[in-house]
């Protein structure tokens, strides 16, 4: 079965510039959340979307935003750019978030940013 | 806020030897803790869980300690080969999930 696809994979961008990131989560996967990752940080959390809704969110400014479509597919964006925006971004699916048992993530390859 | 820690950002074995990848977390609502693998250019890939209410989870060479006093556990790689070499990240499941910040392993055949 296909696994989380994001687009794009690799994207240039200069300040005060606004981007979209998109995934396609696994299918039958409910839920979408997304990380961001530099070097040195490890994976920061972004935020998490369930059908439609977000449902929880890290300490991100409001230039940080996302969606989820009824597909399940979701969008991040980031408005006004910044140098330190500059990161791989990941996006992982999961059946629901439940509390049935560990709910594994299943990650995308990521689209890194590079802010000019 | 750093509710997960990885203070080690790399180790280095030897192969056959064991590796021992540590971990750290603040949060007693955690319910299950993870290791994700992760090669360059591809996303983490899920290694091994464990549940809160166990100290041991095991799976072929890979196994994970839980010490619930210590909000402290361990994954352990025996014997560690070079396709090992990976950044290892640990994760703490709540309400949403939360990694550290990665240490990179490096197997020397």
């Known amino acids: 079965k296909a696994g989380v696809t994001q687009t794009p994979r690799y994207l240039i961008k200069t300040r005060g510039q606004q981007v979209t990131l998109s995934c396609s989560p696994i299918s039958g996967h409910r839920s979408v959340s997304w990380y961001q990752q530099t070097p040195g940080q490890g994976l920061q959390f972004l935020f998490e979307y369930f059908s439609e809704t977000q449902r929880n969110k890290g300490n991100f400014p409001g230039r940080f935003s996302g969606r989820q479509f009824s597909n399940s597919r979701s969008e991040m964006n980031v408005s006004t750019l910044e140098l330190g925006d500059s990161a791989l971004y990941l996006c992982?699916?999961?059946?629901?978030?439940?509390?049935?048992?560990?709910?594994?993530?299943?990650f995308g390859a990521g689209s890194r940013l590079t802010v000019l | 806020d750093q509710q997960v820690k990885q203070n080690s950002p790399s180790l280095s074995v030897q192969e056959g030897r064991i590796s021992i990848l540590n971990c750290d977390y603040t949060n007693s609502m955690f319910d299950y803790f993870l290791w994700y693998k992760k090669y360059p250019a591809e996303g983490p890939t899920f290694l091994i869980s464990i549940s809160s209410i166990k100290d041991k989870n095991e799976d072929g060479r890979f196994t994970v300690f839980l010490n619930k006093s210590a909000k402290h556990l361990s994954l352990h790689i025996v014997p560690s080969q070079p396709g090992d070499s990976a950044v290892y990240f640990c994760a703490a499941s709540g309400d949403d999930m939360r990694f550290g910040a990665g240490t990179r392993l490096t197997v020397k055949p």
């Open positions: 992982a699916s999961s059946r629901s978030g439940d509390s049935s048992g560990a709910n594994v993530l299943t």
